[in-house]
């Protein structure tokens, strides 16, 4: 059973540019949410999607968006990047939408010179 | 205003000896999780406690989850240089989404 991958590794981006990260789910899993995680903080959640529909979203703006696929891999593009969108960004699938254990990813290593 | 405060937010002690870690909450929650998240990895699931006054055990890591349910602890038995990470709890809001404290970052020194 493959876990959750997520790609790339880490990405060096300028202030202004747009960046697409993605994310295997793993096998069977329907669900995928997204995390940022900055620097000494926990992770927070972005949005989740269920079945290729969003399902949910947190306080971030509309430049964050995302995407899920028929095979329910995913993917966060993030718009006009900001410096303080340096962080680590995770993804983590399950099986249902709501209280299933979430298996996280290694996560993307995103600084915005 | 953080909804999980966790506390303290650095720890570093010597290899075999205790400690204990904490998350509180003004809020009542149905249950409470505690990862573990090492660098380069994303967080992984110790344990959930759903009632009130639970105990749960994992090898040397005890949970409990408060009698209110607004808080909770992780205790550590004769630390070992594996338990170093970065221990973070985590509540489901009404939108059952999960919520994550800032976290705990365990040292063991060898």
């Known amino acids: 059973e493959t876990g959750v991958t997520q790609s790339p590794t880490h990405l060096i981006k300028t202030r202004g540019q747009q960046v697409t990260l993605r994310c295997s789910s793993q096998?069977?899993?329907?669900?995928v949410s997204w995390y940022q995680q900055a620097l000494g903080q926990g992770p927070q959640f972005i949005f989740q999607?269920?079945?290729?529909?969003?399902?949910g979203r947190g306080n971030f703006p509309p430049r964050f968006s995302g995407l899920q696929f028929p095979n329910y891999s995913s993917e966060l593009n993030v718009n006009a990047l900001e410096l303080d969108d340096s962080a680590l960004y995770l993804c983590?699938?399950?099986?249902?939408?709501?209280?299933?254990?979430?298996?996280f990813g290694p996560g993307t290593r995103l600084t915005v010179l | 205003t953080q909804l999980l405060e966790q506390s303290p937010q650095f720890l570093s002690i010597q290899e075999g000896e205790n400690l204990t870690v904490y998350c509180n909450s003004s809020?009542?929650?149905?249950?409470l999780q505690w990862y573990r998240q090492e660098p380069g990895e994303g967080p992984v699931l110790l344990v959930t406690?759903?009632?009130?006054?639970e105990v749960k055990k994992l090898k040397r890591l005890t949970f409990q989850f408060g009698d209110a349910r607004k808080d909770s602890s992780l205790h550590i038995t004769a630390a070992q240089p594996g338990d170093t990470g970065l221990y973070l709890c985590?509540?489901?809001?009404?939108?059952?989404?999960?919520?994550f404290g800032k976290g705990t970052r365990l040292h063991i020194l060898p």
């Open positions: 406690v759903v009632t009130g006054g």
């Open positions: 985590a509540v489901m809001n009404r939108d059952d989404k999960i919520i």
């Open positions: 983590a699938s399950s099986l249902h939408a709501t209280t299933d254990t979430q298996y």
């Open positions: 809020s009542v929650f149905s249950s």
């Open positions: 096998s069977g899993h329907n669900t």
């Open positions: 999607y269920y079945r290729e529909e969003e399902n």
